[in-house]
């Protein structure tokens, strides 16, 4: 590295100081030793922050959450990503086996009555959480605690909240802690609780000027979020955040060209003639006083001209690569959205076995990691756990906590035979049990080897002895 007179003069004054201005020199060399990292006329106008997640989506919040569901509500590809997802991710729902049958008994009969609004079983509300999470970026499932007089088999319910519920604008110290957003931290930044208010603030009922939120406990709420995307995020970013104006794009592009071709289409015939009594068409209006007539054209009509008397029709213009154009704005939203093409625009004219089974295994992973790493540990084993320590606390189990499976809902199949085939091979080669097969497939093994012990037919269904190549 080159030194030049100031670099050697420091040196020789204050050699601390000259060592610290080497090492920012070699610092900045070797940042500009990155293409991303240069800058030039390319980098004009890219401005990259160094701020913490919740400083860069803070500000931001209440307008992506607006912008996400405005066109989830009016953009038909997006609500159809958010379709798919839901029934791909929740299906009829992720469903707990406890290893204590009188407490899978009782299980049964409390995820009939969780809803705190009395519409839905638990498996609605976990399609419900899933959707406002990808909706909005996060959601918030409240746990209530019922008297005994309620009638519930369990005194406790629970309570969906949008994220709107959360007071976002409560940021700064707090005795004891600090609150981020809404959400407050013990010294050591162990969620301690939430400022929540006590009605929807864009309700449509009368609500006051001056709303105040109140502080409820952590252990009292889910907070369900993709915590995995950056670390020290504090609240959910909306899944389709990255294509709001892909999809805003598209839509006036498409309204445009539309457009386009209505105006097009009003013009008919333009007619050059000396005779004013001369038409082409049946009159159908006189326009205004001294304005041009206005005719209408049958199918089929034959017209002779006179010398002197000229047609001419306008021909609407070629819409060069809008086909093209609009499947590659799809295939961005797709990939976006976390979703093939085929599933976003329901096309499958292009797609074979292999290229079928190829994004159905990239698409079954994503939605596994979120079964797994988000929705299970998240959502379902808080709900449980709350659930087998109320049940204790009732005197109604006599353990505080309890052992469970879930089994979330399966992926069809693309080829039943071939895929059916291959898990059968598995099984027998003692690389998957049995029961772990059953559960990939969406079912309760036990459920299942009840059923066919009841199915009086099951004696004559001869299993196969061969594959299909």
């Known amino acids: 590295m080159k030194r030049n007179l100031l670099d050697r003069m420091i040196e020789a004054v204050a050699p601390a100081a000259g060592a610290r201005r080497m090492r920012a020199r070699m610092m900045l060399d070797a940042a500009r030793g990155f293409d991303g990292a240069k800058r030039g006329p390319r980098a004009i106008g890219w401005k990259a922050t160094g701020t913490s997640a919740n400083a860069e989506l803070g500000p931001a919040l209440a307008t992506l959450h607006n912008r996400s569901r405005d066109l989830i509500r009016n953009n038909p590809y997006l609500s159809h990503a958010l379709n798919v997802k839901v029934a791909n991710l929740v299906g009829t729902g992720i469903r707990a086996k406890f290893k204590d049958p009188a407490l899978q008994t009782l299980w049964k009969q409390w995820i009939k009555e969780c809803d705190a609004g009395g519409l839905l079983n638990l498996y609605g509300i976990q399609a419900q959480a899933y959707r406002a999470m990808e909706e909005s970026g996060e959601v918030f499932i409240r746990f209530r605690a019922r008297l005994p007089q309620d009638g519930l088999s369990i005194p406790l319910q629970l309570q969906v909240l949008e994220a709107d519920f959360l007071d976002s604008t409560k940021t700064g110290p707090v005795p004891g802690g600090f609150v981020i957003l809404g959400v407050q931290f013990n010294m050591i930044g162990q969620r301690t609780g939430y400022w929540f208010y006590n009605q929807h603030p864009g309700e449509i009922a009368t609500v006051p000027r001056n709303m105040v939120s109140s502080f409820v406990p952590a252990a009292d709420v889910i907070h369900l979020f993709d915590a995995i995307k950056r670390p020290g995020s504090v609240r959910g970013l909306p899944e389709f955040a990255t294509v709001i104006w892909k999809a805003r794009d598209l839509d006036e592009y498409q309204e445009a060209e539309l457009i386009r071709k209505k105006i097009e289409a009003c013009f008919t015939a333009f007619v050059t003639s000396s005779d004013e009594s001369f038409q082409v068409g049946r009159q159908t209006s006189t326009g205004a006083a001294n304005g041009p007539r206005v005719e209408s054209l049958s199918p089929g009509q034959i ?151 009841s199915d009086p037919y099951a004696e004559d269904i001869v299993p196969p002895t061969t594959t299909v190549n």
């Open 303 to 453: 017209e002779y001209m006179r010398p002197g008397e000229d047609v001419t029709f306008a021909a609407p213009a070629a819409s060069d690569g809008y086909k093209d154009h609009v499947s590659i704005e799809l295939q961005a939203l797709a990939a976006g959205t976390n979703t093939t093409y085929e599933q976003l625009t329901g096309d499958y004219s292009r797609v074979n076995f292999t290229s079928g089974r190829m994004g159905k295994m990239e698409y079954k992973r994503i939605m596994e990691q979120r079964q797994w790493l988000l929705m299970i540990p998240m959502l379902c084993e808080r709900i449980a756990a709350r659930f087998v320590t109320t049940a204790y606390l009732s005197g109604l189990t006599p353990k505080p906590t309890a052992e469970e499976s879930w089994t979330p809902e399966r992926i069809e199949f693309i080829d039943p035979v071939r895929e059916a085939n291959g898990l059968i091979s598995l099984i027998e080669a003692r690389l998957k049990s049995r029961q772990q097969g059953i559960r990939e497939l969406g079912d309760d093994p036990d459920e299942v080897d009840a059923d066919i012990e």
